[in-house]
């Protein structure tokens, strides 16, 4: 299965109109890493960005691979899956359960939902394998967080209305 022309073009014009209104300057690098990911359909992780984009900027680092990804998530441009920015967490709760984690702070707390529990697997999940275990994860920002980020605007508010 490979993605269409027309939703890689969609994809790339969405991560230009992106850094365009962030302020980030659009290099060809940026782009290259961009495409190598916008183009899969396989979740690559960073080497294999990297071993890919490698054939045809022969100079680019790993690094400035690592970099650019982690730009592209802070910019809401792409995500990720699995653990994130390689910190692995761990879990004691063996019962059904589903987690809510804070994008900020990273706060990973357990919920319990009925609802959740009994979501029911897609028949066409069956055609990449057996599935073994489902698991809900709900990313938010946290109350505090949420709470800092109101605490920081209306400080920035007041010194404006002060000047």
């Known amino acids: ?55 045809r900027i022969p100079t680019i680092s790993l690094d400035t691979v690592y ?20 910190k692995t967490r761990f879990d004691a709760n063996m019962k059904s359960h589903h987690h809510f984690i804070c994008s900020v702070c990273g706060m990973t707390r357990d919920f319990y939902s009925k609802e ?15 599935v073994e275990m489902t698991h809900v994860e709900i990313q938010g920002v946290c109350l505090r967080c949420v709470g800092k980020k109101k605490s920081k605007t209306m400080t920035s508010n007041n010194k404006e209305t002060k000047l």
């Open 1 to 55: 299965m490979k993605i269409s022309t027309e939703e890689l073009t969609q994809r790339v014009n969405r991560f230009k109109e992106g850094l365009r209104q962030s302020g980030v300057k659009l290099t060809h690098q940026r782009i290259e890493i961009f495409q190598e990911l916008a183009k899969s359909l396989d979740h690559p992780d960073a080497d294999m960005i990297y071993t890919s984009v490698r054939k």
């Open 67 to 86: 970099w650019t990804l982690w730009l592209l998530l802070d910019l809401g441009l792409i995500s990720t899956l699995g653990p994130s920015r390689g």
């Open 116 to 130: 959740f529990d009994g979501l029911k697997v897609p028949p066409s999940v069956k055609s990449f394998g057996q």
